[in-house]
């Protein structure tokens, strides 16, 4: 006669309780793995390459194809530590490096044996770490990925205040470690459109391209809920506009025939935040 052996219900409930707090977690790293991951957009794109804002902790999509090698390129001067894939039997990356002394800039290099893959990329370096999530496609895959240095770029601004007029810090005190770069740029595309937007959780700070230096620099206006728009007090620093609040929606607008209008939104605390967050140019 068979014997039939039944766990005590304390363990069926320890099973389902380990259950419930994997899928918990499984389902909370999915959603930050998503809200994290940063694809290039159309704008983000200089020739054939996607230039992209780094920020620590951002996940960097980087779509490939089979027979195609995309470039993955680093800041000028930073030197490489260790690159670390996933998947090494499915992939072919390897480094070089372009250039001489201050120039030269190293490059990661990658190509997928086949459409349909998917993998992640974990890039060291003397003065950051990358994160990049790879998939490989049928079709046309990027040729190349580059980034801009928003919090670099800051620093630059404000060691160089004493040396030159030009250099003025763009705030007093300003923490690049808790900025926000959680603003969507939209609209018509002039030569002073906006290269990135971002607050300190008290002021707004809105980049623009050299060019606004020899031109008409536009007006910037907030939209209201009902779409009403107001003028708001900014002041010009440097290529900068810093606006003393922090606004939800604000277009830049300028001409008369034909008006070019940029529209800045803010798009959450979901968006890109803390150490460097930006848009790309």
Do not use: C
């Not at 052996?5 to 999915?30: C, G, K, M, V, Y």
């Not at 390459?49 to 920020?55: E, F």
């Not at 800041?75 to 039997?89: C, I, M, Y």
């Not at 740029?185 to 971002?198: E, K, N, Q, Y």
């Amino acid at each position: 006669m068979a014997i039939a052996l039944l766990a005590p219900a304390s363990a069926f409930a320890q099973d389902s309780s380990t259950a419930e707090t994997s899928h918990r977690a499984t389902s909370t790293i999915a959603a930050a793995n998503r809200a994290a991951t940063l694809e290039p957009s159309p704008p983000a794109f200089l020739n054939a390459t996607a230039v992209m804002p780094y920020a620590e902790g951002t996940i960097y999509q980087v779509t490939t194809a089979p027979e195609r090698v995309t470039d993955i390129v680093l800041e000028p001067g930073e030197v490489l530590g260790a690159v670390a894939s996933g998947d090494t039997a499915r992939w072919v990356i390897g480094d070089t490096t372009s250039g001489v002394g201050a120039g030269k800039r190293v490059h990661i290099l990658v190509k997928p044996y086949a459409a349909g893959l998917s993998t992640n990329l974990v890039i060291t370096t003397d003065r950051r770490t990358y994160h990049i999530a790879l998939a490989s496609v049928r079709s046309v895959g990027m040729s190349a990925l580059a980034w801009t240095y928003p919090q670099d770029a800051l620093l630059a601004i404000k060691r160089s205040e004493e040396a030159a007029a030009a250099a003025v810090p763009v705030a007093a005190g300003l923490d690049v470690d808790q900025l926000h770069f959680n603003y969507a740029i939209s609209g018509d595309t002039p030569r002073w459109r906006p290269l990135r937007a971002f607050d300190d959780g008290r002021q707004t700070y809105i980049e623009f391209p050299a060019s606004l230096a020899v031109g008409e620099a536009p007006p910037l206006f907030l939209v209201g809920a009902k779409g009403e728009a107001q003028l708001v007090n900014y002041r010009l620093r440097g290529r900068y506009y810093v606006v003393d609040r922090i606004f939800d929606a604000a277009e830049l607008r300028l001409g008369t025939k034909r008006q070019d209008i940029v529209r800045l939104t803010r798009i959450g605390e979901a968006g890109r935040r803390g150490r460097a967050k930006g848009r790309a140019s």
